[in-house]
């Protein structure tokens, strides 16, 4: 079956240091990607996609790279900020028939500190 | 836009009551999809419809969980009778060209 694996949180970081939150994936068919942000108390919101292998998704300095050959999808900032503090999900859809049901990973929560 | 709207934002209510959530997806949307999050279970999807018909309903918990979308602009979610471990926050999302627009939640709680 489909299945989203995320890195165990929680995550702890200072501000202005380097984020990586690792995603791999198992799908049969090639899906579209997907980092979800959730801010405290809110529901889910679409931070980055992509649809096909080496795309590149990129929103507020949050960028992750399609990688088929090893089914990833990791999300990388350069520098976080302590408003970046939030859930992450990575998921996936496949697009098959007209499915819209995404499989999700876990969530890593992380926490900016100034 | 409004966005997604869900109603009540929050809900406390007694064992065996019956508890309606209701959402409004965003218009022009096709599907609508309700979820539940919990610390224990994180998020399940329960049950999406697309067209107002109901695809895939493999998550409802049990039969005290119904869902129906009576036309495009509005859905339900009914528990009944309502037990502490639905205790939860329930989300409605819905999609356009794979992109779920999420509300806001309804926080319910079940004593």
């Known amino acids: 079956g489909n299945s989203v694996t995320q890195m165990e949180g929680p995550v702890t970081l200072s501000e202005e240091a380097f984020l990586t939150i690792n995603c791999t994936y198992t799908?049969?068919?090639?899906?579209?990607l997907f980092w979800y942000v959730q801010y405290p108390g809110e529901g889910l919101q679409l931070l980055l996609k992509?649809?096909?292998?080496?795309d590149k998704g990129s929103n507020k300095g949050f960028e992750a790279t399609y990688r088929k050959e090893t089914t990833s999808f990791h999300l990388e900032k350069g520098s976080v900020q302590v408003s970046d503090s939030a859930v992450y999900f990575c998921?996936?859809?496949?697009?098959?028939?007209?499915?819209?049901?995404?499989?999700f990973g876990t969530g890593t929560r992380l926490t900016i500190i100034p | 836009d409004a966005g997604v709207i869900q109603s009540p934002r929050h809900e406390v209510t007694e064992m065996g009551q019956e508890v309606t959530l209701r959402c409004k997806p965003i218009?022009?949307?096709?599907?609508l999809f309700w979820y539940r999050q919990t610390m224990m279970r994180g998020l399940e999807l329960l049950i999406y419809?697309?067209?107002?018909?109901?695809?895939?309903d493999s998550g409802m918990p049990e039969d005290r969980f119904s869902a129906k979308m009576p036309n495009a602009s509005f859905s339900t979610l009914k528990i009944q009778p309502s037990e502490p471990r639905d205790s939860a926050v329930y989300f409605c999302?819905?999609?356009?060209?794979?992109?779920?627009?999420f509300g806001p939640g309804t926080r319910l709680l079940v004593l």
């Open positions: 999302a819905s999609s356009q060209q794979e992109t779920q627009y």
């Open positions: 799908a049969t068919g090639y899906p579209s």
């Open positions: 992509a649809t096909k292998a080496d």
């Open positions: 998921a996936l859809l496949l697009p098959n028939f007209g499915n819209e049901k995404l499989t």
């Open positions: 218009s022009g949307h096709n599907s």
């Open positions: 419809f697309n067209n107002n018909v109901p695809i895939d």
